[in-house]
């Protein structure tokens, strides 16, 4: 298995250029979710899915949009690029499991730079 | 609201050294706890997780012991090596879809 898939690894922006991140994962799983992760700071969640069909935000959405046509796949949109969003960007998934602690598995990570 | 205050790094110790990172939490209810570790050029694993008060969890020679009368869940390690080098991360999770994450600590381990 893959596990969860996110691409690309590394990607430089213009300001107000938008770009799709995407991830995909191969484990079934109902839970998606994106992450920030700032220089120096924890994660912090942008949006997540419990399944198709079904988004929430999280703690920082502004300027971004997700969707969630499929299990598999959790795209992250940036419309309009800016300096703010230049971070490290990981996708995470979780089964479903009547014990909510069962752990989330982490993406490799997508380097975005805005300049 | 729910969040986690982790220790500050970086940390450098040499190898076969003791590691104590800090971990403290405030949360309403009884979340769960979790140590996160990554590794360089790569994403989060989960090293170590505690469900309830009195808990240990533990991996890899990895501990950290679920306080609820000091809000705690510090990470040890008796002897890390130069493998152990990487970013650890505190985490909590208190009934919603989210984890709280701490700042995390830089662990670098010199032979």
């Known amino acids: 298995n893959a596990g969860v898939t996110q691409t690309p690894k590394f990607r430089i922006l213009k300001i107000g250029q938008s770009m799709t991140l995407q991830c995909t994962q191969d484990?079934?799983?109902?839970?998606m979710y994106w992450y920030r992760q700032d220089p120096g700071m924890g994660l912090k969640l942008i949006y997540y899915?419990?399944?198709?069909?079904?988004?929430d935000k999280g703690e920082v959405p502004n300027g971004y949009n997700v969707s969630r046509s499929t299990t598999e796949d959790f795209p992250l949109r940036l419309e309009l690029a800016a300096p703010s969003q230049t971070s490290v960007y990981f996708c995470?998934?979780?089964?479903?499991?009547?014990?909510?602690?069962?752990?989330?598995?982490f993406g490799d990570g997508t380097r975005l730079s805005i300049l | 609201g729910d969040s986690v205050t982790q220790m500050e790094g970086p940390v450098t110790l040499s190898e076969e050294a003791f590691l104590t990172i800090n971990c403290t939490y405030t949360?309403?209810?009884?979340?769960?706890l979790f140590w996160y570790v990554q590794y360089p050029g790569e994403g989060l694993q989960l090293l170590l997780k505690?469900?309830?008060?009195?808990d240990k969890g533990s991996n890899k020679g990895f501990e950290a012991t679920y306080r609820k009368e000091t809000t705690s869940f510090h990470l040890e390690k008796g002897s890390v090596q130069v493998s152990d080098s990487a970013v650890y991360f505190c985490?909590?999770?208190?009934?919603?879809?989210?984890?709280?994450f701490g700042t995390g600590t830089r662990l670098t381990v010199i032979p």
């Open positions: 985490a909590l999770k208190a009934g919603a879809n989210n984890l709280f």
């Open positions: 995470a998934s979780r089964p479903p499991s009547q014990e909510a602690n069962q752990p989330q598995h």
């Open positions: 949360a309403t209810g009884y979340p769960s």
């Open positions: 899915s419990v399944g198709a069909g079904i988004t």
């Open positions: 505690a469900t309830k008060a009195d």
């Open positions: 484990m079934n799983h109902n839970y």
